[in-house]
Antibody, heavy 120, light 102 residues
Framework: QVQLQESGPGLVKPSETLSLTCAVSNYSISSGYYWGWIRQPPGKGLEWIGSMYHSGISYYNPSLKSRVTISVDTSKNQFSLKLRSVTATDTAVYYC?????????????WGQGTLVTVSS | DIQLTQSPSFLSASVGDRVTITCRASQGISSYLAWYQQKPGKAPKLLIYAASTLQSGVPSRFSGSGSGTEFTLTISSLQPEDFATYYCQQLNFGPGTTVDIK
């Protein structure tokens, strides 16, 4: 079955850019799903960040849209998240997931998550 | 921007109980509603999509219903492994309902 694995720095300084990558295995990223990012601050709920199709069509949470870029690299079968100008409130576990946006809006496969702490 | 609310936020229940969680959308979302279960330190797990379709491998004691603005997740007979936090989701997620042991 499809597997997803997040990677990237666990510590980011305030005002800098958070960058994460999600490697996808056992499924071609070009095969028809969107690919998304979700985050969860410690002890809090889930927040959808955004999702992208391999063609470049993307949807972002309006609350984060001005700071977020998601990109897809079909040659490496991975996708990435950049979140600019981070503050302590961006400290969270970040999950990548396969997003069935077109039909049911569901996230049906998830990575294990990676904790990113924003601190100087 | 569609907002989701869940009730209750927290509930205590016993093994064998029937449990119902409600999710309300700020505007109609047809049947574009999914439910997830999350245990501490783990990624969420998809239980239900399209409001009432059981994800493959999910026990049949879980069921979903509703359309438009009001949806429910029902666990027909709570099992020890079901104590967790449950989220509804359209694009964004509801605030969650924690099911704890009475």
């Amino acid at each position: 079955q499809v597997q997803l694995q997040e990677s990237g720095p666990g510590l980011v300084k305030p005002s800098e850019t958070l960058s994460l990558t999600c490697a996808v295995s056992n499924y071609s990223i070009s095969s028809g799903y969107y690919w998304g990012w979700i985050r969860q601050p410690p002890g809090k709920g889930l927040e959808w960040i955004g999702s992208m199709y391999h063609s470049g069509i993307s949807y972002y949470n309006p609350s984060l849209k001005s700071r977020v870029t998601i990109s897809v690299d079909t040659s490496k079968n991975q996708f990435s998240l950049k979140l600019r100008s981070v503050t302590a409130t961006d400290t969270a576990v970040y999950y990548c997931a396969r997003h069935d946006y077109s039909r049911h809006r569901k996230f049906d496969s998830w990575g294990q998550g990676t904790l990113v702490t924003v601190s100087s | 921007d569609i907002q989701l609310t869940q009730s209750p936020s927290f509930l205590s229940a016993s093994v064998g109980d029937r449990v119902t969680i409600t999710c309300r959308a700020s505007q109609g979302i047809s049947s574009y509603l999914a439910w997830y279960q999350q245990k501490p330190g783990k990624a969420p797990k998809l239980l239900i999509y399209a409001a009432s379709t059981l994800q493959s491998g999910v026990p049949s004691r879980f069921s979903g219903s509703g359309s438009g603005t009001e949806f429910t997740l029902t666990i027909s007979s709570l099992q020890p492994e079901d104590f967790a936090t449950y989220y509804c989701q359209q694009l964004n997620f509801g605030p969650g309902t924690t099911v704890d042991i009475k």
